[in-house]
DNA sequence: GTTGAGCGTT
């Protein structure tokens, strides 16, 4: 990512749009005004939910500034869009984390965002099979699963922070807060709370006795496979346009 | 290699 051209660098949040906009349509839209340089829907962490709205930064500022300044309205979707300038830089996990004593209740998971330049696939392989399997790997297959630090709770290692600590964060000082272990899909073990309790007949203590790792809880898989990685037929379209931005994929 | 857990909604 050009980082940000400069600490001015900014950033439009845009909200006002349905939850099923994907970044790819809002690229397209804003493209006209100026090149995007990444446009990123926030979702919530847990349900995975976009949470209304984005931010879709040019890369030029001016060209952020113009429109703005215009007071063009969008409108996507037939909703009107609400444009502003971002406030802040993006928070980083940590920051969130920072925030915690009140933001502990809306952290968000992985958020949508769209690049410029993911101009993959190569048409070397059949793509028209299997979309989804193919998506999963779509990016690099190799990189992805050996690095299982980097992904949050993308689907299977559900906590960010095992991920985090594990050897990459100078301070693994955690916070003490035990709340938290993410996308937690509400496991049944967890549900059954009394039960326990008055279960005097099938109370065998062999069963208790193995202490399996109860740690790693396993938010059985997320809520669907609502990357938003996935297809995203315009892309294509508005990529085309701006294929000038080669920059990442990540 | 610079992150993707950035302002929501009482």
New binding site residues.
């Given amino acids: ?1 050009p ?1 940000d051209r400069n600490d001015n660098s900014v ?1 439009l ?1 845009v ?1 006002g749009f349905k939850d099923s906009t994907r970044p790819s349509d809002l690229a397209s839209l804003f493209e006209p005004h100026g090149r995007i340089a ?1 446009v ?1 829907i ?1 979702k ?2 847990y349900t995975g939910r ?4 984005a ?1 879709v ?1 040019y890369y030029d500022e001016e060209d952020a500034r113009r429109v703005y300044e215009s007071g063009e309205s969008f409108t996507l979707d037939g909703r009107k869009l609400e444009i ?10 940590n920051q ?2 920072g925030q915690s004593g009140r ?1 502990d209740r ?6 949508d ?1 769209y ?1 410029p330049s993911a101009r993959r696939y190569s048409r070397s392989r059949s793509r028209s099979r299997s979309p989804v399997r193919r998506r999963r790997d779509s990016r690099s297959p190799v990189r992805r699963a050996r690095s299982r630090s ?1 992904t ?1 709770p993308r689907r299977r290692s559900p906590s ?2 095992r991920a985090g600590n594990s050897r990459r964060s100078p301070s693994p000082r955690r916070l003490p807060s035990r709340s938290r272990s ?1 996308p937690r899909r509400r496991s049944i073990s967890r549900e059954r709370p009394s039960r326990s309790r008055s279960q005097s007949h099938g109370a065998s203590p062999r069963r208790a006795a193995s202490p399996r790792r109860a740690a790693s809880p396993r938010p059985a898989a997320s809520p669907r496979r609502t990357d938003g990685w996935g297809e995203e037929p315009k892309v294509s379209e508005w990529e085309e346009g701006n294929g000038a931005y080669g920059s ?1 994929g ?1």
């Fill in positions: 990512m980082r950033s949040h909200s990444d990123y926030p919530d962490y976009p949470r209304g709205f931010y930064q502003q300038y971002a406030q802040g830089r993006r928070k980083t996990p969130m984390r933001g809306r952290r968000s998971r992985s958020a965002r690049r980097r949050p960010p922070r993410p990442y990540w």
